[in-house]
Every structure is written in C-alpha cells, then in structure tokens.
C-alpha cells in the first residue's frame, strides 16, 4: 500500500471513529427539546494584577439563559488573612462560593500559596470560609472542587461540602497513616464528580486515553464499600482523541443525568450536551457543536419549569455560547449506547 493510500485510510478509520464511538446529532423532539441558541461576547482579560473570575451561565428572574463572564480586579478582601490574593474563581452563582487564591510571604523563604473556599452573600459578604488542602505530619494533602451542586460541593477526596453553609455534608474516606496524627484520604480524583445525595454514592469522570490505551469513565462509586461500576465508556478515536466529561447535573427525572462534553484533541475539538439514561447505560440524546473551533468549560444547569441550560466558551470565536432546552419526560427514546 502506497503512502498516500495508507493516509487515506487512516484518516478515514479516525473520522469512522468519530461518528460511531460518540453518538451525536440527538432528535430535537426528544427527550430535550432545543428552544434557542445565543452568543455574549467574551470578557478581555486583566492585564497583570489579580482578577475575578465568573464564567458561569445562569438562568435570569424570567426564565432566560444568561452568562455571567466578568473579569475584574477584585475587590480588597480579608479572605486570605495577611496574605495578598491574587485570584478568585466563582465555582457556583446561586448559592455564590468562590475559591480564593492566596499569597502568603514567608520570612527568609519562597512565597507560599493557599486556597480557600468561601461562601458569599447577595451583599459581596463573606459568609463562610474554608481552607483547601492540609498538612498532617510531613505529608501534605491538595484539595480541589471537582462538583458544585445545589447538593454539595464535591472535593477531589470525595468530601462534600454545603454550598450554603461551608459544613461538612460527607467526609472524605479516609485511612489512618503510621506517625501522622490526620488520616490520609483514600481518592484523589481530579475530574468531573457529582454526589447524589439520595443514596449517598458519586458519579465519577475518571479516564485514561492514549494511541494505545482506553480505560475507564463515567463511573457510579459507592465510598461505603469501595464498588465502582462503569456506566459509560469514555469515548475515543484512532488518533488518541477522547470525549471528556466537564460538567454533571442532575435532571427533572432521578434515572437521567445531564452530561457536558469537551473533545480532547490535538486542534479543534467541540462541545457536546448529552442526557445519559442511568437504566439502561444509554445515551439517549445528544447534540455538538462546534466541531471545527477550539472550546472550554462547557456547562449544564436545570432551571425552572422544565428548562436546561447548556454554555460553553468558543476561545475560536470569542463568544460564550448559550443553548436552551425544554425537559420532555414523555418521550422515552430507546438511545444509542457505546
């Protein structure tokens, strides 16, 4: 086979790839029907100095799908102590948490860096804090939001955390170290999680994708007993490409979840919104987009009266872009499964 037929065919199997592994294109009179499509122009950056970070949609007093993208210096603050900050992300709207990140100057020695987590009033009132991260003994434990949910907000160790209040809905399970007075925590995820308090179980985004290797998923994961239990494959290409999942929310049905998807690959990738059939492990609807731009950070809401909102930002064309949906629960599709 010549060189350029075998390019051919590589390039075909990896566009065959594409289309087969990860169902899109999901029938708007489905399960979520689609009510609109809109842009809002992206916030410039702040040019040196700290900033505010927003980048979250949200469904404003009437109903519609808005998006919150401010990029500002923020205001002088005593989150971080005697510390100086120099970042601060808003990880959720309503309920408003964001993280805080801290400098703090050690005498004779290098600058060390701090998170907090803090709770937020409609006032700009800090109303709880919590740092990120311990040190127990001579080890030191990181701690990232990996879910943020009405429900909780979800830690990589597993612990969650009450939007509201800052207490501790759920520890992080945990094991005793020899010589270390705070036991060491038994998960360190660094994707997507989202905890179902009704049973007290995570759904789980954790997967590995190379040229030569796929494992993993969408995982259910009971902490009680250490069960995992894949529900959904991560989807892959020829070429090492793979469907991330960014965002999980729950939907008006328990047995549905709602799932936000970024392609991972070298160039242009895309977005997708799919709603994911617990049941029977299939998705049931699905829609991308953007295929041929680079984006990020795509998210999924549920408002009132039935709606769904999916953003993401288009870094391509500077835009966030906002979808709306309509929840149908009368149609019952049969899906696609990977």
């Known amino acids: 086979m010549s060189f350029r037929a075998m390019r051919s065919l590589v390039r075909s199997l990896s566009l065959l790839t594409v289309f087969t592994s990860h169902p899109g294109g999901g029938q708007p009179g489905s399960v979520a029907a689609k009510l609109s499509e809109e842009t809002a122009d992206l916030a410039a950056p702040v040019v040196g100095g700290a900033q505010l970070r927003v980048d979250q949609p949200y469904f404003d007093p009437v109903g519609r799908l808005r998006w919150a993208g401010a990029v500002t210096p923020p205001a002088p603050s005593r989150d971080c102590g005697g510390g100086v900050e120099y970042e601060r992300l808003t990880r959720m709207l309503a309920p408003r948490v964001d993280e805080v990140r801290c400098r703090q100057e050690v005498p004779g020695g290098s600058p060390r860096l701090d998170k907090f987590l803090v709770g937020v009033d409609a006032a700009g009132k800090t109303v709880w804090s919590r740092r990120l991260g311990f040190k127990s003994g001579e080890y030191t434990f990181d701690e990232s939001v990996i879910g943020a949910s009405i429900e909780g907000l979800v830690l990589s160790d597993l612990g969650v955390l ?8 759920f520890p992080p399970p945990a094991h005793p170290v020899p010589g270390a007075p705070r036991s060491a925590p038994d998960y360190d ?37 250490g069960r995992r239990e894949l529900l959904l494959p991560v989807a892959a290409t020829l070429l090492g490409g793979s469907w991330r999942i960014e965002d999980i929310a729950a939907s008006p049905d328990p047995q549905r979840i709602l799932l936000a998807q970024r392609k991972e690959a070298r160039g242009p990738g895309g977005v997708s919104f799919a709603v994911f059939d617990l049941a029977s492990r299939r998705v049931i609807f699905e829609e991308t987009f953007h295929a041929d731009h680079f984006c990020k950070d795509p998210r999924v809401l549920v408002g009132s009266e039935g709606k769904i909102g999916f953003a993401f930002r288009d870094e391509t064309a500077g835009q966030a872009v906002l979808v709306s949906y309509r929840w149908n629960p009368a149609r019952h599709p049969a899906g696609k499964q990977r």
């Open 162 to 169: 009450s939007p509201r209040t800052g207490q501790v809905l």
């Open 189 to 225: 995820f660094a994707s997507r999680a989202l905890f179902v308090a009704a049973d007290r179980t995570f759904l789980v985004f954790d997967a590995e994708v190379t040229l030569t290797r796929r494992t993993g998923g969408l995982y259910r994961l009971e902490t009680a007993t």
